[in-house]
């Protein structure tokens, strides 16, 4: 079963910030947030993860709560390519753990 | 980033035939891959693991018998649908976890269309 809670869909305008909220109320001390996408009729695309220190990379910033029960993925400069379902997980680092994944959300990036 | 091929990235068959997925991973190895299987407008669904020399681990409701997995090599993992029918066309994903981080690398997919 899905450890996380996203919101189904959201809207955001090209050139402007996407931020996309994921919960995860029940996540463990060593459990790390891992965020993919999967563009339509592709396999999913590694974006970020992070343990508790909010963390940035070329693609997007993580930023995770003090008390990581939620963290929030934001694309800084939304492009038409970024139009995707956005995947927000939680699992452990090392072990090889299979993932399961939840219904994600679908950014539209609109012209 | 590391690699995940996956071949073929479309397969059209006749219901009662077999079909072979292969997923490799192309500058790294992996004695772990996992299989998904996703249906149009759904999330991923993990189907199984895929252990390198030794027998996959299936998830509760697919049939092992079914889909068959092989995982022979360090870089190499295979899928077969055997005796597919029209309800296995799916689009089926494979991935690969790699570093220590355990980061998911995942390959292209394969859409499979069973007639």
């Known amino acids: 079963d899905a450890k996380t809670t996203q919101p189904t869909s959201m809207d955001c305008a090209e050139g402007r910030a996407a931020n996309l909220p994921c919960n995860h109320s029940t996540i463990s001390g060593n459990e790390y947030v891992y965020w993919y996408r999967q563009i339509h009729s592709q396999g999913p695309q590694y974006i970020i993860h992070g343990l508790k220190n909010n963390e940035t990379n070329e693609m997007a910033s993580l930023i995770i709560t003090e008390d990581r029960k939620s963290s929030t993925l934001i694309l800084p400069h939304a492009t038409l390519r970024d139009t995707a379902v956005y995947y927000c997980?939680?699992?452990?680092?090392?072990?090889?753990?299979?993932?399961?994944f939840g219904t994600g959300t679908k950014l539209q990036v609109i012209p | 980033g590391a690699v995940v091929s996956q071949h073929p990235s479309w397969v059209i068959c006749k219901s009662g035939t077999s079909v072979k997925i292969e997923c490799r991973s192309l500058d790294f190895q992996a004695t772990t891959m996992f299989w998904y299987r996703q249906f149009p407008k759904q999330s991923l669904m993990l189907m199984a693991t895929s252990n390198e020399g030794s027998k996959a681990t299936y998830e509760q409701g697919v049939e092992k018998d079914k889909f068959l997995i092989n995982h022979a090599s360090l870089t190499l993992s295979t899928l077969t649908v055997t005796s597919a029918h029209p309800e296995d066309s799916s689009f089926y994903i494979c991935s690969a976890p790699t570093g220590g981080d355990e980061k998911l690398f995942f390959g292209s997919g394969t859409q499979l269309s069973v007639l």
């Open positions: 997980i939680v699992g452990f680092s090392g072990g090889y753990q299979k993932v399961t």
